[in-house]
């Protein structure tokens, strides 16, 4: 089941991905940072990151993952799934 979190910038946002296109896995949530804007949204741990501010995450590397991450200044939208 999909669904969208948006965090309010800046970051730290308190999440690491693992996975991506150039490791043959899809992105997901590796770990969360307790207290973290992460922490108080609903993402959990393992939960796959279908995409970034919009962007369908299929075909990303995880270096594109963490760039789009790192650009989003004010808010980050992530859609996730369960």
Same mark, same amino acid.
């Given at each position: 089941?999909?669904? $969208?979190?948006?965090? %309010? ?20 949530? %590796?770990?969360?940072?307790?207290? /973290?804007?992460?922490?108080? $949204? ?13 962007? @369908?995450?299929? #075909? ?6 963490? @760039?789009?991450?790192? /650009?989003? #200044?004010? @808010?980050? #939208? ?5």
């Amino acid at each position: 089941m999909a669904y $969208s979190v948006t965090l %309010s910038g800046p970051g730290p946002w308190g999440f690491r991905l693992q996975g991506g296109k150039d490791f043959n896995m899809p992105l997901t949530i %590796s770990r969360i940072t307790p207290g /973290s804007k992460a922490a108080q $949204s609903q993402m959990k741990q393992g939960d796959l990151v279908v995409a970034i501010d919009g962007v @369908n995450t299929d #075909s990303m590397t995880h270096l594109e993952a963490q @760039n789009k991450i790192k /650009s989003a #200044s004010h @808010n980050l #939208s992530l859609t996730l799934q369960k």
